[in-house]
């Protein structure tokens, strides 16, 4: 499978509760009494078994941006030259949600202080003990608190096409699937039409029941339900899709789409959504709390009619948060009035993928 992506992509924002399937601390250090001392002290604190490694942050960005991301995550940065530029880089390999300590020998308030603006929940300076740890643990975990790398959200995209035909789900898979594979990016792709929706057939996968299931029972949805009815592809990307009879009236809220949209992107780097053109409220919303609202068209003037109505529809948005694009076919038989519109449609892809980095 191709992409016309060439760079990666942030998040940002707020999440309280502790997401399922992740280790409840990790910790990478940089020398053996480190260790040692860690060690014992999470003992102390009652952390049973607690995973640490050698390697210091630098091998704290080499493990996560390839497993998963713990809960909470204690890196070592002593002998680092630019410690501030690995933070930056640590952050863009962690999922939503983790909250990072930082552990080190230099003692410098203006250290301290830039970690902190970095992202960085708490910074110890060693010789490590139990009072300063738990301190650090206890005041940074509880809900409501948190780092600014704990308070990110996975970036949403929204993806509707002019008309039929013009290749909005194919875009949606094919973005999805280079996230997760060429990015090393968490990505959730969710089809929300439930009776015709062709996500799981572009990836050759069965849909399941789960999809309409979290819909129709709002008050159900959490993480741990969107775990179990997910499809995954591979070991990063994870598609909700369905396939409902044409005889069923499908009927779910605003409500829903808002509660599914906020579980999903406290689990995901990206949370990416193919939506129907059918103008009902709930599919608007979905359009609405997206980050980056996909146009997909083609070159036909009925085509840029639509398009058009559709971007009358949503507005110009935030420039900070919003980007509206509209996709034509990088054809050969292009004329000199679609290139343009092609130029521009691989710019807004790269924006995407920059945000979520």
């Not at 940065?77 to 080190?104: F, K, N, R, Y």
């Not at 230099?106 to 603006?117: A, K, P, Q, V």
């Not at 929300?192 to 029941?209: E, F, R, S």
């Amino acid at each position: 499978m191709r992409s016309i992506l060439e760079v990666p992509g942030p998040i940002e924002r707020a999440t309280n509760r502790l997401p399922v399937g992740r280790a409840p601390l990790q910790a990478f250090v940089a020398d053996g009494e480190t260790e040692r001392l860690l060690r014992g002290c999470l003992t102390e604190l009652a952390f049973a078994n607690p995973t640490i490694s050698r390697g210091g942050i630098a091998k704290a960005i080499e493990t996560l941006g390839a497993e998963r991301s713990p809960n909470i995550l204690i890196v070592d940065i002593s002998g680092i030259e630019l410690p501030i530029s690995q933070v930056h880089s640590l952050a863009e390999v962690c999922e939503p949600g983790v909250t990072v300590i930082a552990i080190g020998n230099r003692n410098e308030i203006g250290l301290y202080r830039d970690l902190l603006r970095a992202g960085v929940a708490e910074y110890i300076v060693k010789p490590l003990n139990p009072q300063l740890l738990s301190r650090a643990l206890t005041a940074r975990t509880e809900p409501g608190t948190g780092s600014p790398i704990h308070h990110k959200l996975g970036t949403i995209v929204a993806l509707v096409g002019a008309r039929g035909g013009v290749g909005t789900t194919t875009l949606a898979v094919n973005l999805a699937w280079y996230l997760g594979e060429r990015q090393s990016r968490r990505v959730a792709l969710v089809d929300l039409d439930l009776q015709n929706g062709d996500c799981a057939l572009a990836l050759n996968i069965k849909p399941t029941p789960g999809l309409r299931e979290a819909l129709v029972n709002p008050s159900r949805i959490d993480t741990t339900l969107l775990e179990r009815v997910m499809t995954p592809v591979g070991s990063r990307l994870f598609v909700l899709s369905s396939e409902e009879s044409l005889r069923d009236e499908l009927q779910f809220t605003v409500e829903a789409v808002e509660t599914m949209v906020s579980a999903l992107r406290e689990q995901f780097h990206y949370v990416i959504f193919d939506v129907p053109r059918t103008p009902a409220p709930r599919y608007q919303r979905a359009l609405d709390l997206a980050d980056f609202r996909i146009i997909v068209g083609d070159q036909t003037l009925r085509s840029v009619r639509d398009a058009t109505r559709l971007r009358n529809v949503l507005g110009e948005g935030d420039a900070a948060h919003r980007t509206q694009g509209l996709v034509a076919d990088d054809d050969p038989e292009i004329g000199q009035i679609e290139r343009p519109l092609v130029a521009w449609c691989r710019c807004t892809m790269s924006s995407i993928c920059g945000r979520g980095r």
